[in-house]
């Protein structure tokens, strides 16, 4: 089975480890190396046992840890052609691979392929995970809006990690200029919480074990509200069991193990 730990995610930085007993790679390297290199260490990893990052896009957030992390260890580093053409020079790591926006690549016993999202980058994907044993794991955040396409490629996954960006009422009153506000509500802008909600029932009722709500604005959500949003959303359409957590900004979070665990894990609500 995949263990995936979210070391860190939010609209300030994001970074997951997904492992299996023999391979481990990273998806989104955001914050700093040092950052990464630390909550790796948290995890009870270390970034000589990583054996490829996978990148969904070259927002900040997702590459400020590259440049510096691939001059300690040349990890190869997969991510679109047009991505890494926008993405920022003192970030860009000499072990680039590039792929189309459609993709699938084998790392050890871990395979990976990507899908397209919409976001106001050059480019962005989400990407499933999957292991030998056919355990698989979908992450898909930055959209501004639910694409079929998304809709299909989640829909393979037993564990999906997924964005909850904001509360629409928090940001309509926060202190964020307009132009600003209207990006984040824009169709290549980020998901609300009530589209996450409806996003997870979806998933849900196509056999979605466990949930991970990610990306949350420091600014303009608050992972209590994002969680009962979404638990709400889940319980009243009948998805009493799906697995839900938050993905924390700080700290690693272990998403569930859903229906085959056989260890009980409890998460704070947080
Ligand atoms: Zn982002
Ligand atoms: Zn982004």
Excluded at 13 to 40: F, M, P, W, Y
Excluded at 60 to 72: E, S, T
Excluded at 218 to 240: H, I, K, M
Aim: proline share 5%; hydrophobic share 35%.
């Amino acid at each position: 089975m995949l263990k995936v730990d979210i070391l860190f995610s939010s609209s300030s930085g994001n970074c997951t480890l997904v492992r299996t007993e023999k391979t481990q790679i990273l998806i989104d390297c955001g914050r700093s190396a040092r950052a990464v290199c630390t909550a790796l260490r948290e995890a009870g990893s270390d970034v000589g046992a990583v054996s490829a990052i996978f990148i969904t896009h070259e927002h900040a957030d997702h590459v400020a840890a590259l440049g510096v992390l691939c001059r300690k260890k040349p990890i190869p580093v997969h991510m679109t052609e047009k991505s890494a053409a926008a993405m920022p020079e003192k970030c860009r790591p000499d072990s680039l691979v590039v792929h189309p926006r459609e993709y699938s690549e084998t790392v050890g016993d871990i395979e990976v392929s990507s899908f397209p999202l919409p976001h106001d980058s050059a480019d962005h994907v989400g990407y499933v995970v999957t292991d030998s044993c056919g355990d698989s794991f979908g992450i898909a955040t930055d959209m501004g809006h639910v694409t079929e396409s998304a809709i299909e490629n989640l829909s393979r996954c037993r564990r999906v990690m997924i964005e909850a960006n904001h509360d629409e009422e928090m940001l309509a009153e926060g202190r964020y200029p307009p132009f600003l506000k209207r990006r984040i509500l824009s169709p290549r802008g980020h998901l609300s919480n009530s589209d996450c909600a409806e996003l997870a029932c979806l998933l849900a009722e196509r056999g979605c074990e466990a949930i991970a709500l990610a990306h949350l604005s420091p600014e303009n959500n608050l992972p209590s509200l994002a969680y009962s949003d979404v638990r709400c959303a889940l319980d009243s359409a009948g998805y009493r069991g799906c697995e839900l957590t938050v993905a924390d900004r700080e700290f690693a979070v272990r998403l569930p193990d859903g229906k085959t665990n056989c260890e009980v894990i409890s998460y704070a609500e947080n």
